[in-house]
Nanobody, 125 residues
Framework: QVQLVESGGGLVQAGGSLRLSCATS????????MGWFRQAPGKEREFVAA????????YYADSVKGRFTISRDNAKNTVYLQMNSLKFEDTAVYYC???WGVGVRNVKEGGMDYWGKGTLVTVSS
């Protein structure tokens, strides 16, 4: 069993930055591919970024490529999402998720094993 708890959301002006964290429990965290998803009001949840178990591979949605960076610290059982140059359309609830045994490109298909409860990011224009 893996539990995920997101933090770091808040209100930020357009052009600003936020860093989200996802703290996990469980001794097998380092074996999971991790992903960030988001859901804006009135929209379906969408893939944002993914990182391999080792941290050596990453994959991003086109909408955030070059602005967001996903990373992980397996010693701390934590995955991060650094968000720069935020736009109004980045406003959403951001979810951390974990899946065993998939490549980073497969994460966007969903079907994750575990989900956090989300953290709200609001970008003011």
């Amino acid at each position: 069993q893996v539990q995920l708890v997101e933090s770091g959301g808040g209100l930020v002006q357009a052009g600003g930055s936020l860093r989200l964290s996802c703290a996990t429990s469980g001794r097998t965290f380092s074996r999971y591919t991790m992903g960030w998803f988001r859901q804006a009001p009135g929209k379906e949840r969408e893939f944002v970024a993914a990182i391999s178990w080792s941290g050596g591979l990453t994959y991003y949605a086109d909408s955030v490529k070059g602005r967001f960076t996903i990373s992980r610290d397996n010693a701390k059982n934590t995955v991060y999402l650094q968000m720069n140059s935020l736009k109004f359309e980045d406003t959403a609830v951001y979810y951390c998720a974990a899946k065993w045994g998939v490549g980073v490109r497969n994460v966007k298909e969903g079907g994750m094993d575990y989900w956090g409860k989300g953290t709200l990011v609001t970008v003011s224009s």
